[in-house]
Structure formats: C-alpha cells, structure tokens
C-alpha cells in the first residue's frame, strides 16, 4: 500500500492542524493505521494508531485530548486532528499502516508514508 501525507505547515501555539494520509494500492479498510512523529535529534515516537474498523484508538500520552485520529474508509483516508497545539508538538508526522494494531502502535509498521512537516511557532 502506498500512503500520501499531507496537511502540515506553520501554525501557531494553540492553534490547530489537520493532517491526512491518502491510501492506494491495497484494501485499505484492512490495514490498522497511525500517526508517528519525530522531532529534531529525536527518535520517531508513536502519536496515535486506529485499527481497522475504528473500533479502538489509542494515542500517546501527551496529546490524550488534544489529538484525534479517525478514518474515511470509503475514501481510504485517516485523518489526525490537532487542537491546542504546542511548540513541542513540533516535528515531521508520519502515517503508517499495518495488518497489526500492535505492530503500527510500537512503530514497526510495513507501510510508511513520506511524512509531513509541522510546526509550531510561539
């Protein structure tokens, strides 16, 4: 499956993004999907995974009801909404996909998009 992430850009502390990821090549309503980021000089960290059917999410600890995750699989699209953003909500956001929820939530996912810039300025 190929991923298309896109919807970052500047933005300013408290303010708000959302991103998207585009899937095409495989059944997309199979695959478990998630957010990972990673910060400058940092490792990649999870941010939130959804599995197939939206029946569960989980997120990182830090941006638990700041961030929500949701899927379209009718347009083979997940999305990650940002509210509240903060300057250390910086970094480049990738999308990733898998047949395990687990193996998306630890970061080892086979499918990875290119990843999208976000910035938060103060």
């Known amino acids: 499956v190929q991923l298309q992430a896109s919807g970052g850009g500047l933005v300013q502390a408290g303010g708000s993004l959302r991103l998207s990821c585009a899937a095409s090549?495989?059944?997309?309503?199979?695959?478990?999907m998630g957010w990972l980021r990673q910060a400058p000089g940092k490792e990649r960290e999870f941010v939130a995974a959804?599995?197939?059917?939206?029946?569960?999410?989980d997120y990182k600890d830090s941006v638990k009801g700041r961030f929500t995750i949701s899927r379209d699989n009718a347009k083979n699209t997940v999305y990650l909404q940002m509210n509240s953003l903060k300057l250390e909500d910086t970094a480049v956001y990738y999308c990733?996909?898998?047949?395990?929820?687990?193996?998306?939530?630890?970061?080892?996912?086979?499918?990875w998009g290119q990843g999208t810039q976000v910035t938060v300025s103060s």
């Open positions: 990733a996909a898998d047949y395990l929820f687990r193996r998306v939530r630890s970061g080892n996912s086979d499918y």
């Open positions: 959804i599995t197939w059917n939206s029946g569960s999410t």
């Open positions: 090549g495989r059944t997309f309503s199979g695959f478990a």
